[in-house]
């Protein structure tokens, strides 16, 4: 039975894999979160990159064939590196995935005025991976970014409530930046948990999109 291996800097890419786990029932399944050095969020891309490839290294390890990087941070600044350079020499018959292209792909079909808003880590907003990738699908497309610097140590440490009224003030700070926005990706596994909370958060005009769902529809193309 093929094994998929999942990495994330914790548990938020558990949201993943509960909806891939849906569609993809007869696939064995390793999830391996990095909850000793979460989060990631502040830290350079070469210790990201560092980190997320040994996340990687122990689940092919462990017998995954296929590693999906269930992290928006590492997807952003590893994937392209771990697939261009380490994979060819020393893993060419396996195979690394990110969430940022296919979670791109659903977001930017999902708005009308085409202007889309994202809540992420600094590392993910710094990174430039979504406006870069949704620019590729749609160029007439706009985003705009919002860091979240203390979501995902808030969520990690169980501290949901704070983490909501934290994100209170990021939602505002998002939506001044432009009025035209009309659908706000969490670009966070992590954000998932406190989902609904956002979701009461944000104007009812605006869709929400958390990624776990998407996310699996394209693994399971």
Same mark, same amino acid.
């Given at each position: ?99 940022? @292209?296919?979670? #791109? ?7 009308? *005025?085409? %202007?889309? +808003?994202?809540? =992420? ?79 009461? @958060?944000?104007? #009812? ?7 776990? *769902?998407? %996310?699996? +529809?394209?693994? =399971?193309?």
């Amino acid at each position: 039975m093929s094994v998929i291996g999942f990495f994330d800097s914790g548990f938020g890419g558990l949201s993943v894999v509960r909806e891939i786990r849906r569609q993809l029932p007869d696939f064995s399944f390793i999830y391996l979160g990095d909850n000793a050095r979460s989060p990631y969020a502040g830290l350079s891309r070469d210790t990201v990159h560092r980190y997320t490839l040994e996340g990687v290294l122990e689940l092919f390890h462990r017998g995954a064939t296929l590693v999906v990087l269930a992290c928006n941070t590492s997807s952003s600044v590893a994937l392209r590196r771990i697939q261009q350079e380490y994979l060819p020499l020393h893993f060419p018959q396996r195979n690394v995935l990110g969430i940022v @292209i296919p979670t #791109a792909e659903e977001v930017s079909r999902l708005s009308v *005025t085409k %202007v889309i +808003g994202v809540l =992420a880590t600094e590392v993910t907003v710094n990174s430039q991976a979504y406006p870069q990738e949704i620019c590729k699908i749609d160029p007439l497309v706009q985003v705009r970014q919002q860091a979240c610097p203390l979501l995902v140590p808030l969520i990690e440490s169980g501290e949901l409530q704070k983490a909501a009224e934290a994100a209170q003030r990021y939602v505002d700070q998002l939506l001044a930046q432009d009025k035209n926005i009309d659908t706000i990706l969490l670009g966070c596994t992590h954000y998932a948990l406190i989902a609904d909370a956002i979701r009461s @958060i944000v104007p #009812a005009k605006i869709r929400t999109v958390s990624q776990g *769902t998407s %996310v699996a +529809g394209k693994r =399971a193309d």
